[in-house]
């Protein structure tokens, strides 16, 4: 996935998608027997849903890990109300995945056979690794019964909050799970994973408006109607502290920051410095299920070695 955008502040926001989704919106039909809307619909309920679980997830993130050290009272209410919210989030993304798919079948389902599994392909392939991120946390957590378990690393100046996906890793033991995290006891950090959604909406526009244009034909149109909550939504990501979980430093970083003149969004920059190892502290939130009594906490090796 590379992106980098730089949108002046004093011009409205609108998705490449949804420019041509409203341009072409006359020639396209939902399919109601089947129970999916309009395709313009489809995609502004799942940007929108994206877009809100986002918003409420930061919401909980400043209560439990507020700026500058000060303690809302209801710091403890966001800790245990930061699971579900991770949860809404991530079943957020993989369902506008879905949408987006569902988009190619009302362009594409009448014209000659294959063509909508060559586009939903072809979308696929365009997504990349970034498809496989978020649908298979996705897909764990509905069809595997995964769960969410928050996480946190510490020091006097930094906390930086994170979640990984709990699966069974053996006999009555769970951990992170190896098919989303590999063969490293690792998670994710809010930091990152709010930023890449915001990446990932946009990369996800582009490549599917990018599908159409080829499979469906050229359409291009400034007719769509500003989006003015993805903007605030941009500005307040962008006010998140720049720190990550460790293994992260490693991997792209993206990035959403306001300069004086336009919102930079863009994947693939170069990362921050690290928090020294020695310096930190674990912190995971985990509840039994009844039967494992073996529980893999994520960094444990690395903690180790730095003792």
């Known amino acids: 996935m590379k992106l980098e955008i730089k949108h ?22 939902g399919v109601p027997e089947e129970g999916i809307r309009h395709p313009l619909a489809t995609y502004n309920i799942s940007v929108l849903a994206v877009i809100s679980t986002i918003k409420d997830l930061l919401e909980d993130l400043e209560r439990a890990f507020p700026l500058e050290g000060k303690q809302g009272s209801d710091r403890v209410l966001a800790i245990n109300t930061l699971k579900n919210k991770t949860k809404q989030f991530i079943l957020a993304m993989g369902e506008h ?20 599994k ?20 996705a897909n764990h957590i509905k069809h595997r019964h995964s769960q969410i378990r928050n996480l946190c690393m510490h020091n006097l100046e930094h906390a930086v909050p994170g979640y990984f996906i709990e699966s069974a890793i053996g006999p009555k033991a769970v951990g992170p799970d190896p098919h989303i995290h590999g063969n490293q006891n690792t998670a994710f950090s809010y930091a990152r994973e709010i930023r890449l959604a915001i990446c990932g909406v946009f990369y ?25 909550e993805l903007m605030a939504l941009i500005e307040r990501v962008a006010n998140l502290p720049k720190v990550m979980l460790p293994d992260e430093y490693k991997l792209k970083l993206p990035v959403i920051e306001s300069r004086e003149n336009y919102l930079l969004i863009s994947f693939g920059a170069s990362t921050t410095p690290k928090i020294p190892y020695q310096s930190v502290t ?15 906490m994520p960094y444990l090796d690395m903690v180790a070695k730095h003792d």
């Open 204 to 228: 996800i526009s582009r490549s599917l408006t990018s599908v159409l244009q080829i499979h469906y034909g050229r359409m291009t149109s400034n007719e769509a109607k500003e989006n003015k």
């Open 118 to 137: 060559k586009a939903k392909d072809m979308l696929r392939k365009n997504l990349g690794w970034y498809e496989k991120h978020v649908m298979t946390q």
């Open 8 to 29: 002046p502040k004093q011009e409205p926001i609108r998705l490449p998608a949804s420019e041509y989704l409203e341009a072409t919106k006359e020639e396209i039909t």
């Open 282 to 296: 674990f912190t995971t939130l985990t509840t039994t299920d009844g039967d494992s009594n073996a529980y893999q």
């Open 97 to 116: 995945i879905d949408a987006c798919e569902k988009v190619i079948y009302c362009y594409l389902r009448t014209s000659e056979k294959g063509k909508v």
